[in-house]
């Protein structure tokens, strides 16, 4: 409406000012555009990404698809929503090196209140190019941790001074404080808001994305290769960038405790098509649930001798159902089986199967295979209801004399019959035996008459 009213009024102006020109209908129109273009160009844009997971592959996947599509639409600035407890080392120097080598300056904001970047996010917070915490956040606790294993002191300093060489190359050109970073690693350090911003690990506190934008505006960062920027943020416009199906769909698989719970539900599936073939249903089930799980444990750091476990508690339950031990068998493999989902994932605590999962895990598959087990034992002990065997033991009424060849009727069906050598003849509507069956004839057995 502005803009209307604006060219309306400057049109007479222009047109006493360039006496003799004659202006076609569509000068109005590229008047407007020409107006209305530099404003349009001029707007600022902020890719928004939400990072509150732990930090693994697909998560580094995410930030470097985020990245790309700031870079593609020339946005001023990434703005990136951490809280995290942490993750995987490897996974981290990817997301580091991807904020380092961005076209478009990131912005890591941890928030919201009660957030924290611990272990690996901190190594992302301190690689921004402008770090930023809300009132009531945390950050910090990044000493690395190798799961199932006790490190000898030469091992945990190697480790140790190779993490802080890696977060002083992040902090250095920063011009952030590496000794209190540091501290961080060596001593296991977590930082509030506020003192990691007296500590200069980060650059300001705010307590929401506008805020943070309007505190940025006009200040100028220099960039990890050196060169400056100045920010221009204030009118800014937030574009949310969140993950994609797949990648919340991978995230979710790649959770040890699901992978977990897939593979148990898939071999106990498994195993009941083995008991009952012909059903497909719970084979076909079994088979997709294992893939997940193993699709799964590809994207996860996975130790190798708990594979081995988890082989040995299989044979040993297939064992069970073969040989019967009276249940021995089966316990030790699911003591294997525990001890192998304890140890499975060879990663950082955020990433490891829970104790509780393990276990839970562990005892429902103990415990369904002692039942499937005690199923198939009671089975093979019961008598055969189908063929020859089913008639054998089965009482049947005389309907002609045995003396010693007559008929007798069974389940409601005649049958010829001959008496078992020793008994006594049988005389009409008394009881007798089944002792045998040979091809269609009966061999009796004599009872007492009842009272």
Request: proline share 7%; charged share 15%; glycine share 8%.
């Amino acid at each position: 409406m502005r803009t209307d009213v604006h060219l309306r009024c400057a049109l007479p102006r222009l047109r006493a000012r360039l006496p003799g020109r004659r202006f076609g209908p569509m000068f109005p129109v590229y008047l407007l555009l020409l107006i209305v273009l530099p404003s349009l160009g001029s707007a600022q844009t902020v890719v928004k990404l939400t990072l509150h997971d732990t930090v693994q592959t697909i998560t580094a996947d995410y930030l470097e698809r985020g990245l790309r599509e700031a870079a593609a639409q020339h946005a001023d600035a990434v703005l990136l929503s951490l809280g995290t407890p942490g993750g995987l080392l490897s996974s981290t120097r990817e997301m580091v090196s991807a904020i380092e080598r961005s076209p478009v300056p990131v912005i890591v904001y941890i928030e919201p209140v009660g957030a924290r970047a611990g272990s690996a996010g901190f190594f992302l917070l301190e690689a921004a190019d402008v770090a930023a915490m809300a009132p009531g956040t945390n950050a910090g606790a990044a000493h690395p941790i190798l799961e199932g294993r006790t490190m000898d002191p030469v091992l945990k300093k190697k480790i140790e001074e190779d993490t802080s060489a890696f977060l002083r190359s992040i902090t250095d050109p920063r011009h952030r404080d590496a000794i209190a970073a540091t501290a961080a690693v060596i001593d296991a350090k977590s930082y509030t808001a506020n003192e990691a911003l007296h500590a200069h690990l980060i650059d300001l506190i705010a307590p929401s994305d506008a805020a943070l934008l309007a505190q940025l505006d006009g200040r100028t960062i220099t960039r990890f290769d050196g060169s400056a920027v100045t920010l221009r943020l204030r009118s800014a416009t937030l574009v949310p960038l969140p993950p994609s199906l797949r990648e919340r769909l991978l995230t979710r698989l790649a959770d040890p405790d699901i992978a977990v719970l897939l593979l148990i539900v898939g071999l106990l599936l498994i195993y009941l098509e083995f008991n009952v073939p012909g059903t497909v249903v719970p084979g076909a089930l079994g088979v997709l649930c294992v893939a997940l799980s193993l699709f799964a444990f590809n994207y996860l750091p996975i130790h190798h001798t708990a594979i081995l476990l988890l082989l040995a508690a299989l044979i040993l339950v297939l064992l069970e159902v073969k040989f019967p031990s009276h249940g021995f068998l089966a316990t030790v493999g699911t003591i294997c089986l525990i001890f192998g989902l304890l140890t499975l994932v060879d990663g950082p605590p955020e990433l490891r199967v829970h104790a509780s999962t393990a276990v839970a895990a562990g005892l429902s598959f103990g415990a369904i295979t002692f039942f499937l087990t005690f199923l198939s034992l009671r089975a093979r002990r019961n008598k055969s209801l189908t063929g020859a065997e089913a008639m054998v033991g089965l009482v049947a009424v005389v309907k002609s004399a045995l003396e010693p060849i007559g008929q007798v009727e069974v389940r409601g069906e005649l049958w010829q019959a001959t008496l078992a050598p020793g008994s006594a003849p049988a005389p009409i509507h008394s009881r007798v035996e089944v002792a045998a069956l040979k091809g269609l004839t009966l061999t009796v057995r004599s009872l007492p008459p009842t009272g």
